[in-house]
């Protein structure tokens, strides 16, 4: 087990963690593949058997996203950062995408002859519709948009917990990376105590209990900023995932998948931020996976809405294909949303990030003579050298505050995917299974 250690003149809130972009499309697939099993795109037995084997505990890819959240915004956040400002660019970031899938959910919505709810469309507009358990709201229009609404609630929050945060032990935080797994555990029996009818939406989409994994991941983010984390480097940690993942999949009870998960994808964040921080080679920082991880938000807005709409319109929607027909249709699927998440990427999320995004005020330079020590008050180049291959390597370049926060540091993953219709198949009782949120 190894511990970070601050570098002595790294500014490790300008860190770039290309790693945890890469892996952000990892869990996107993981979801896609969940959305393919659950929409029954293949039928054919043989093949149906595969994707379910791969991809049973695929909507954890949300949880996934949420401790990700949590990580990337305490380690890139800087002390001259106001509320406001990060406010801004927050909303910069999710909602130019999220307005223009809710007017296109809307219009294609209208032309199905799709009956409207008024009130959950304002709802889901406005972003506030995972606090309302009512069937149908919660997953109104886009219906993956419920897990933006559990992140603009992250996001206010963060402001007013960072300044106690800095001031918490580093006991305490460990108690909540500890602690998160135990209360994800509790919510089965904890359930019982809601209504019947709103127990899926509290275990699954209600903000305030989804913010466990937010949490988490901030913890862990202050944790290796102090340089106090202590975890396995990445090819153990993958390891572990990869096993995990089989494991659970075949002999653990479902409802123990979202605690075991959340220990596990923790393991994997902190020891991929770790590697990017320290120069450590990394399979998830190949150029093809950032590329793929920068546009995987824009993926998961388009994905469920795309695959329902074509399958309604050829009246294959619950029907399934035999045959070879279903892979190559969910190939298919997944290469006409790729390319709608890149021409979302490309026209709207980036250029409205560049307009709306305001920039990030920086401290003034260093002046005068060296810190006590004799340690410089800047990298020295064999430094810069280093931290320009643990971004893939590339030299530092300068910075552009309002550009993208995934060209920054990472996206943040805000959001994921979530069912048309509905919960998944799932145990009964409605607590989660793999830290999925019917995402």
Request: aromatic share 12%; glycine share 8%.
């Amino acid at each position: 087990m190894t511990s970070l250690t601050p570098t002595a003149g790294v500014d490790r809130s300008r860190s770039r963690l290309p790693s945890l972009t890469g892996l952000r499309w990892i869990a996107a697939m993981l979801v896609f593949g969940f959305h393919v099993g659950t929409m029954r795109i293949i039928v054919e037995p043989e093949f149906k058997a595969v994707v379910d084997r791969l991809f049973t505990l695929g909507l954890s890819g949300v949880q996934f996203f949420f401790v990700l959240s949590g990580f990337v915004l305490v380690w890139s956040a800087r002390p001259q950062d106001t509320r406001w400002g990060f406010w801004r660019r927050r909303l910069a970031k999710i909602y130019p995408n999220h307005l223009l899938m809710w007017a296109v959910v809307l219009l294609v919505g209208i032309w199905f002859a799709d009956p409207v709810n008024p009130s959950a469309a304002v709802q889901n507009l406005l972003l506030v519709q995972a606090w309302n358990p009512t069937p149908g709201y919660f997953y109104s229009m886009n219906t993956v948009s419920w897990s933006l609404s559990c992140e603009l609630f992250f996001y206010v929050c963060l402001p007013f917990v960072l300044p106690a945060l800095r001031r918490t032990p580093s006991w305490a935080l460990w108690a909540v990376v500890a602690a998160v797994p135990l209360v994800i555990l509790a919510l089965w029996p904890g359930q019982l105590l809601v209504p019947e009818e709103s127990r899926w939406w509290f275990t699954q989409i209600f903000p305030l209990v989804r913010s466990t994994e937010f949490w988490m991941g901030v913890a862990a983010a202050e944790l290796m900023r102090r340089g106090h984390w202590r975890g396995p480097g990445l090819p153990l940690a993958s390891l572990i995932f990869l096993v995990t993942w089989v494991v659970a999949g075949e002999w653990i009870r479902a409802e123990l998948w979202a605690a075991l998960l959340s220990a596990v994808y923790i393991l994997v964040i902190t020891s991929a931020a770790r590697a990017d921080v320290r120069g450590l080679p990394s399979p998830w920082r190949s150029r093809p996976l950032v590329w793929l991880g920068e546009v995987s938000f824009a993926f998961y807005l388009v994905h469920v809405f795309v695959m329902v709409t074509i399958l309604r319109l050829t009246g294959d929607h619950g029907v399934g294909f035999t045959g070879w027909t279903g892979p190559l249709v969910a190939v298919g699927f997944l290469l006409l949303n790729l390319l709608l998440a890149w021409l979302l990427y490309r026209w709207v999320e980036t250029p409205m990030m560049r307009l709306l995004a305001p920039g990030r005020r920086r401290p003034p330079a260093p002046t005068g003579p060296a810190p006590v020590g004799g340690q410089p008050a800047v990298a020295p180049p064999r430094q810069r050298v280093a931290d320009g291959a643990a971004r893939g390597g590339h030299a530092a370049a300068p910075v552009d505050d309002r550009a993208p926060e995934s060209d920054r540091t990472v996206a943040t993953g805000a959001g994921g995917p979530s069912l048309r219709e509905g919960p998944p198949d799932r145990p009964s009782g409605g607590a989660r299974t793999a830290g999925v949120t019917g995402s």
